[in-house]
T-cell receptor, first 113, second 113 residues
């Protein structure tokens, strides 16, 4: 199932800089997109979401951008902090589905002090 | 802050044995889910549950799996006869609305020997 893809398995950035995590999708029926953060031995924690009717959503240091024509979304973290080091999952929901999320493979973000 | 709780955190079982994983969703949430993540793979949807019945299930969720809400607070996943390939981290999640964000528990690691 490759409907949601995160092509970068890992990303390393310096504290204070911007982290950009990318996600591509193929299913045109996806109408809602979410980013989750996951620490080892914990469940995914909801971070931010965006509806397909928007192209940007911002929450503090986190901004998600959606480019529907390219079927691409990205998560920007500014400024990055060492505590942001985690696995970040992109997930998408089909509008006809009861909460079923399709996840990407995840990107390991490491923020160096 | 309300959270989804799961028990046990880790269960080791012999192939062919029955396993029950338990979850207490967030109290005002109406939609409940089970997801799983096999080591090194994506988080994948198993089943969604609303109003005491299954709303949607994946092809993974075959006759060996069942879910139940035995009382007002617990939500359980039963695997009747475990196979080696059932070894995974199982995540319970809940949401207030099916259009909303899913909140995940910390997971139950199942090891089938």
């Amino acid at each position: 199932d490759q409907q949601v893809k995160q092509n970068s398995p890992s990303l390393s950035v310096q504290e204070g800089r911007i982290s950009i995590l990318n996600c591509d999708y193929t299913n045109s029926m996806f109408d809602y997109f979410l980013w989750y953060k996951k620490y080892p031995a914990e469940g995914p924690t909801f971070l931010i979401s965006i509806s397909s009717i928007k192209d940007k959503n911002e929450d503090g240091r986190f901004t998600v951008f959606l480019n529907k024509s390219a079927k691409h979304l990205s998560l920007h973290i500014v400024p990055s902090q060492p505590g942001d080091s985690a696995v970040y999952f992109c997930a998408a929901r089909d509008g006809t589905s009861y909460g079923k999320l399709t996840f990407g493979q995840g990107t390991i973000l490491t923020v160096h002090p | 802050e309300p959270e989804v709780t799961q028990t046990p955190s880790h269960q080791v079982t012999q192939m062919g044995q029955e396993v029950i994983l338990r979850c207490v969703p967030i109290s005002n949430h109406l939609y409940f889910y089970w997801y799983r993540q096999i080591l090194g793979q994506k988080v994948e949807f198993l089943v969604s549950f609303y109003n005491n019945e299954i709303s949607e299930k994946s092809e993974i969720f075959d006759d060996q799996f069942s879910v139940e809400r035995p009382d007002g607070s617990n939500f359980t996943l039963k695997i009747r006869s475990t196979k080696l390939e059932d070894s995974a981290m199982y995540f319970c999640a809940s949401s207030e609305l099916y259009t909303g964000e899913l909140f995940f528990g910390e997971g139950s690691r199942l090891t089938v020997l």
